[in-house]
T-cell receptor, first 112, second 114 residues
Framework: QKEVEQNSGPLSVPEGAIASLNCTYSDRGSQSFFWYRQYSGKSPELIMFIYSNGDKEDGRFTAQLNKASQYVSLLIRDSQPSDSATYLCAVNDMEYGNKLVFGAGTILRVKS | GAVVSQHPSRVICKSGTSVKIECRSLDFQATTMFWYRQFPKQSLMLMATSNEGSKATYEQGVEKDKFLINHASLTLSTLTVTSAHPEDSSFYIC??????????FGPGTRLTVL
């Protein structure tokens, strides 16, 4: 059973701080990793994806991947109250190419 | 990112009726679309993979005769919830793949069965 684990939170950070969201996955053969943001009552929106070990930056967001440790994280710099949402980590299912396995999500609360 | 639309955004129906939800990729062609269901305060649950021109692939535990999926064109997939019951009330979300692996989600359809 392929699994993606996330701390459910809530993770509370003050406005302007760095929020660090973590995710581990069980399938060592996974190749692609995605972070989605989901506001309450809305559908998920893609923030960024990462395929290679190391860091990938996009604006205030940085994804970090460590395949040896089967660990992927998302850093949000200069957190804003509008970043308050549930963050979903997703990993591609190598057995079925395009299918994603989602974690349960981490609730982030940014307090002003 | 790519745009995926869903219609309707919200539907309320009586128990025993059927409801059709449409998912469209607006600015790209999608040979593969996915249908998810999400109950309150729970994560996304993949229901099925919809492939253009072929039968959908259902996840374990999802009744294919109850949740009918049709992917008749490269931009449209439909999910029909047949003989809906209150336990089918949920947030149904579709997604489509752009390029290789990136999935873009539609805005979702909130179904309430009375």
């Amino acid at each position: 059973q392929k699994e993606v684990e996330q701390n459910s939170g809530p993770l509370s950070v003050p406005e302007g701080a760095i929020a660090s969201l973590n995710c581990t996955y069980s399938d060592r053969g996974s190749q692609s990793f995605f972070w989605y943001r989901q506001y309450s009552g809305k559908s998920p929106e893609l923030i960024m994806f990462i395929y290679s070990n190391g860091d990938k930056e996009d604006g205030r967001f940085t994804a970090q991947l460590n395949k040896a440790s089967q660990y992927v994280s998302l850093l949000i710099r200069d957190s804003q109250p509008s970043d308050s949402a549930t963050y979903l980590c997703a990993v591609n299912d190598m057995e079925y190419g395009n299918k994603l396995v989602f974690g349960a999500g981490t609730i982030l609360r940014v307090k002003s | 990112g790519a745009v995926v639309s869903q219609h309707p955004s919200r539907v309320i129906c009586k128990s025993g009726t059927s409801v059709k939800i449409e998912c469209r990729s607006l600015d790209f062609q999608a040979t593969t679309m996915f249908w998810y269901r999400q109950f309150p305060k729970q994560s996304l649950m993949l229901m099925a993979t919809s492939n253009e021109g072929s039968k959908a692939t259902y996840e374990q535990g999802v009744e294919k005769d109850k949740f009918l999926i049709n992917h008749a064109s490269l931009t449209l997939s439909t999910l029909t919830v047949t003989s809906a019951h209150p336990e089918d009330s949920s947030f149904y979300i579709c997604s489509a793949i752009l390029g290789g692996l990136e999935q873009f989600f539609g805005p979702g359809t909130r179904l309430t069965v009375l």
